[in-house]
């Protein structure tokens, strides 16, 4: 057979297999549906869940809790005392007081406390801090006279105990602190009102000294 013809020509047994193949059904493929294992259910007990909630969710107050108060970094107290006492300072904390433990490289608010390795340095810097405004009060008292005007020592009062507070005081807690420090000035002098002076614990005072120590050991 010539060449040409054997091209379009196909063997027997090739044509016998497409003949049959066209000749027999569609094949169907059957699916089998495979359910999803049950997953295994575990009863949950009520009572412990609640006992647990208990634990780590006590409170079932509907308002806001408390403000968190916690101890500042010693980074957070210089930049206090450089903030309220300005040109009063004696020095960075750092030279005084030990370093706080770290965790993970950071200083977390729950390892602040006060103890006895840093109790101490702390005391002297801020004792350091007070005797500088007890020299020299005017810093913070603008007042002119040796007997300043009331009203100037109020104002000037009410102006750092907001920046000392941070904004955050109400006008009757204002108020008494500034009562305070003016009975303080009257019985005891500015500067030992201003400073708080261990000998006049007698008539001590709600002073700026005292206001930014507390200022320095919490924040919001």
Known sequence: MPFVLRM????????ALVLAALASPPLTAEVTKV????????SVDAA???????????GHEGAAPAKRLFRLTRRQLDATVASLLPGYAIGSVTEHMPRDPL????E???????????????????GGITARVRADPSKLFPC????PAQACLDGAARVFIAKALRGDVAPERADRLVAYFLAGVKSAGLAAAASDHPAKRGARSASPATVASAASAASR
């Open 35 to 42: 359910s999803a294992p049950a997953i295994p259910t575990r």
């Open 103 to 106: 965790q993970t490289n950071y």
């Open 48 to 58: 412990l869940i609640a006992k647990v909630a208990e634990k780590y969710f006590p």
């Open 8 to 15: 379009f020509v196909l063997p027997v047994s090739g044509l």
């Open 144 to 147: 002119p006279g040796a007997t």
């Open 108 to 126: 977390y608010a729950d390892l602040l406390a006060l103890n006895g390795a840093n109790l101490v340095p702390l005391t002297e810097w801020i």
